[in-house]
């Protein structure tokens, strides 16, 4: 069973680079039906897809972003990672990483806990 | 993509039915799937329906999904205590090239 664990700085100063990792246990993170992303939810606010990466390499992000946004498999270390840049005070969120599971007859999701990252000086 | 609209808040008696509405804003909602989502109070979202209707491992089916051209609804018979949180409804093309959209969420109060 597959289990997602979040980990980041917590607090980042405007302008500077959020770095976000996920790290998976119990399973490979490889496999043709497996959608690795992140969704973040600002305090008190609803859900927001950050972007999403299948298969190690084919990423889509939300336009909102405006190309801030990396998202990365790293297979040797069992990692998602994401990395946002230029941050703002809008950043701040709790970040979830989330495996999608798509497959003929059945979906399911896995999500990490989630961890907060503040914005802020 | 679309641009998917819930009621802010939903209330419900014990055993009761209730739906929550998910209405999609533009024409090409009719190639997506229909994703909801419950979230309990300080917790990660949990998958409660995906392709529109079709309910994962674990979900009881007392929780039921439905989709209609641009629209889609959730609905919860024999409402619980225990059923009060926040939903949402997600669309996504079953495709890694698609992106995901999520509505604004709903507050579900159990009276």
């Given at each position: 069973q597959l289990q997602l664990q979040e980990s980041g700085p917590g607090l980042v100063k405007p302008s500077e680079t959020l770095s976000l990792t996920c790290s998976v246990s119990g399973?490979?993170?490889?496999?043709?039906s497996y959608y690795w992303g992140w969704v973040r939810q600002p305090p008190g606010k609803g859900l927001e897809w950050v972007g999403s990466i299948y298969y190690t390499k084919n990423t889509n992000y939300n336009p909102s972003l405006k190309s801030r946004g990396t998202i990365s498999v790293d297979t040797s270390k069992n990692q998602i990672s994401l990395r946002l840049t230029s941050?703002?005070?809008?950043?701040t969120a709790v970040y979830y990483c989330r495996l999608h599971v798509s497959l003929l007859n059945s979906a399911f999701d896995l999500w990490g806990p989630g961890t907060m990252v503040t914005v802020s000086s | 993509q679309p641009v998917l609209t819930q009621p802010p808040s939903a209330s419900g008696t014990p055993g009761q039915r209730v739906t929550i509405s998910c209405s999609g804003s533009?024409?090409?909602?009719?190639s997506y799937s229909v994703y909801w989502y419950q979230q309990l109070p300080g917790t990660a979202p949990k998958l409660?329906?995906?392709?529109?209707?079709q309910r994962p491992s674990?979900?009881?089916?007392?929780f039921s999904g439905s989709k209609s051209g641009s629209s889609a609804s959730l609905a919860i018979s024999?409402?619980?205590?225990?059923?009060e949180a926040d939903y949402y409804c997600a669309a996504w093309e079953?495709?890694?090239?698609s992106p995901w959209v999520f509505g604004g969420g709903t507050k579900l109060t159990v009276l």
């Open positions: 399973g490979s993170i490889t496999s043709s941050v703002t005070a809008a950043d | 533009s024409s090409n909602m009719g409660l329906i995906y392709r529109n209707s674990g979900v009881p089916d007392r024999g409402l619980r205590s225990e059923d079953d495709s890694f090239t």
